[in-house]
């Protein structure tokens, strides 16, 4: 089995399987942390057109700031992962499947502590910016 080829065979095995599932889970979560820096990036600039002093709180763009870092750390170790991958094919025994297996468990729990953090922060922001500002109304 190769981690590039993520198709499941009626012949693969469960062990095969988990791993091809596992390939694809850690690219959904790479193509997501891509965007979280994305929105991040705009975030950060819509703080730094003086929405922060609007806010009256200053910690707002700092703190999207920090987590811009830790996304792209999480970004970037989950790229070394994912290159480490290709060494499954080297695996030989039960035993070796689930190293890899119980890495991307822990992985899993990163990823989704991250995603939490991070909605949590972006739900405070627009919690504080509820009421701050006003739409226009077109008629």
């Known amino acids: 089995m190769t981690t590039l080829n993520t198709e499941i065979f009626s012949h693969d095995t469960e062990v095969d399987v988990t791993h091809k599932i596992n390939t694809m889970e850690l690219d959904n979560w790479i193509n997501h942390l ?6 991040l990036t705009n975030l950060i600039g819509i703080c730094n057109k003086n929405l922060n002093y609007k806010l009256d709180d200053d910690s707002v763009s700092d703190r999207f700031k920090k987590k811009e870092i830790e996304n792209d750390t999480l970004l970037n170790a989950l790229h070394n992962y994912a290159n480490s991958r290709t060494h499954i094919v080297e695996c030989e025994d039960t035993q070796c499947d689930m190293v890899y297996i ?14 939490d953090k991070y909605r949590r922060l972006k739900d405070e ?5 509820q009421g701050k500002f006003s739409l226009l109304k077109v008629n």
């Not at 891509?34 to 929105?39: A, D, F, G, Q, R």
């Not at 119980?102 to 995603?115: A, I, V």
């Not at 922001?125 to 910016?129: E, G, L, R, S, V």
């Open 34 to 39: 891509k965007y979280i820096k994305k929105e």
């Open 102 to 115: 119980n890495e991307h468990e822990s992985y899993r729990r990163s990823y989704l502590y991250h995603l």
């Open 125 to 129: 922001f627009f919690n504080k910016m």
